[in-house]
DNA sequence: CAGTTAGATAACCAAGTGGTTAGGTAGACA
DNA sequence: TGTCTACCTAACCACTTGGTTATCTAACTG
């Protein structure tokens, strides 16, 4: 995998139970034991889950006694909606307009 | 890699190559050849980004005599722009004020 | 026809992914 | 002390990924 940051958030992104435990997540802190209950996995399969988010910045992880809290950070998610914005006009209606509007605009100038 | 639309998606845009590929293509459709020159790789690696890309979703092949014109199409994105929204309560103040304030609400209302 | 160009396919390889089981560590508690 | 809980690491497995070279088809061009 390409190791660049906005590689590494996608492709911790390309992965169901990764994004239900970021879901999970936005309801507050959890422990791996939390996280892992809505799966049928194993917890080490949860674990590696767990450093792949870690590693895109997605969560970070606290210490308490036994427990190892997660938390949600989704400053990279940010990064994620600038780059698929640039794409906006080729799918929103509204912009699509003002697009064919400044190319008009664009004519008329020449 | 698991199979779910979104997840395809995420996937393919986990590499800078093909998001290179997609920012080509929003200035207008373009053959296998010229999307293949900035990339100092094989063809048959191109091609392969392309089919990616392809199975996402995110582009369609035509055919011109012995070309094979590739064309954006981002509505997947739109779905990412969507997912990626929910959590945007996180990262973006004005949004974080608004939360607080409903919050405040809901505890006066009880 | 032969030759060239655009592109896909096949076979291969090294590295990574997503899962497993087994075993280890750290803290709470009797 | 011993035991339980929470969690991690290590080793292994089947499969995928991203690249290569070699070979093939399809269409234009002389």
Redesign the pocket.
């Known amino acids: 995998?390409a190791d660049d940051p906005l590689s590494i958030t996608f492709?911790a992104l390309?992965?169901p139970?990764r994004r239900a435990i970021l879901a999970r997540l936005a309801e507050g802190a959890a422990?791996?034991?939390?996280l892992s209950e809505p799966f049928?996995?194993?917890?080490?399969?949860v674990?590696?889950?767990?450093?792949?988010l870690e590693r895109a910045g997605l969560i970070t992880?606290g210490r308490d006694?036994?427990?190892?809290?997660c938390t949600l950070d989704a400053t990279p998610l940010r990064e994620v909606t600038e780059w698929a914005d640039g794409f906006r006009r080729f799918w929103d209606d509204s912009y699509r307009r003002l697009d064919t509007y400044l190319e008009h605009m664009k004519e008329k100038g020449t």
């Open positions: 995998m492709a390309a992965d139970t422990t791996v034991k939390e049928a996995m194993s917890g080490p399969a674990s590696k889950h767990l450093r792949v992880r006694a036994q427990w190892r809290p």
